[in-house]
């Protein structure tokens, strides 16, 4: 994974709390799908890095309809974003829906969220379309301190996009998942290691790879291991690096361009609204303020 620029990483510690107060007001007052996008696009802008005058869009249209927001850098869109009410639970037919948008536009990577829980998909462009869940994450919950849950805001940043985060945080789940680890159990390379360590514990032994095999495959895996789909699709990626090896990492995007001037930014956004009318204030935040 890419190292998080010591300022990108300052603006999650910074912004990051201010929205998870924002959140839990706006789920406390069940707010509709309008302002949870507004305050959606103020996330985009101020955590992820994006500028949400010019990057950040919601005319976008796919087959005459419009999706709920885009993030497009360097006129090419980068994440297509299906936004339901901060009180809606995310279902599959929204994740559907979602991936139709993104197969139709020609768009790879793909977001469903309520402000709150977050689901990051990779279409594949095969036949029939098909996708990766690539992970899911709380906002309320997330640790902007955390290394660990800072990569998950880099792979969803602008920043990110130039160093190749979610492609990189792609192949790490691709990877070191139980389905390709358990097929990497059943690899000839690893059973006859296993055979040599087997004939060093009970000298003289006679065992043979096939055997192991058999083991490990029956006794020592679980059935959903190394059946079906991804089970196969694990095989499939097992046998392919044995045959030929690792395979060259994909080009990095370059990001480079200089925005034009923003338009005046409206007088209150929801995000400000909501706060005020919750009796918090930016500066009211213990984050602006210092410690007590």
């Not at 802008?45 to 005319?59: A, N, R």
């Not at 005046?264 to 410690?291: F, K, N, Q």
């Amino acid at each position: 994974m890419a190292s998080i620029a010591k300022k990108v990483a300052e603006r999650f510690i910074k912004a990051v709390p201010k929205f998870q107060k924002v959140l839990q007001i706006a789920k406390d007052r069940d707010v509709n799908e309008s302002d949870t996008v507004a305050v959606l696009n103020d996330i985009f802008g101020d955590v992820l890095g994006y500028d949400k005058y010019l990057e950040v869009t919601s005319e976008l249209a796919i087959r005459g309809t419009y999706c709920d927001l885009a993030l497009r850098v360097d006129d090419k869109v980068q994440f297509l974003i299906e936004a339901k009410a901060i009180g809606i639970d995310l279902k599959d037919s929204h994740m559907k829906q979602a991936c139709d948008y993104g197969a139709n536009h020609g768009v790879q990577w793909i977001v469903l969220t309520n402000g709150i829980e977050w689901k990051v998909y990779r279409i594949r462009f095969e036949q029939p379309i098909n996708f990766d869940l690539v992970c899911t994450f709380d906002l309320l919950a997330l640790n902007p301190k955390s290394e660990k849950d800072q990569e998950l805001l880099f792979l969803l940043a602008k920043e990110g996009l130039s160093k190749n985060a979610r492609e990189d945080f792609y192949e790490k789940v691709q990877s070191v998942n139980r389905y390709v680890i358990g097929n990497l159990m059943l690899a000839e390379p690893v059973l006859s290691v296993v055979r040599r360590e087997l004939r060093k514990l009970a000298e003289g032994m006679k065992i043979d790879v096939v055997e192991i095999d058999s083991i490990v495959r029956t006794q020592v895996l679980k059935r959903e291991i190394v059946e079906g789909d991804e089970a196969e699709a694990a095989k499939a990626r097992v046998n392919k690096f044995y045959r030929k090896g690792m395979t060259p990492r994909r080009k990095k995007q370059t990001q480079q361009s200089e925005p034009s001037a923003p338009p005046p930014a409206p007088e209150e956004s929801v995000t400000d609204r909501l706060l005020r009318e919750a009796g918090e204030t930016e500066t009211s935040h213990p984050l602006s303020r210092g410690a007590a």
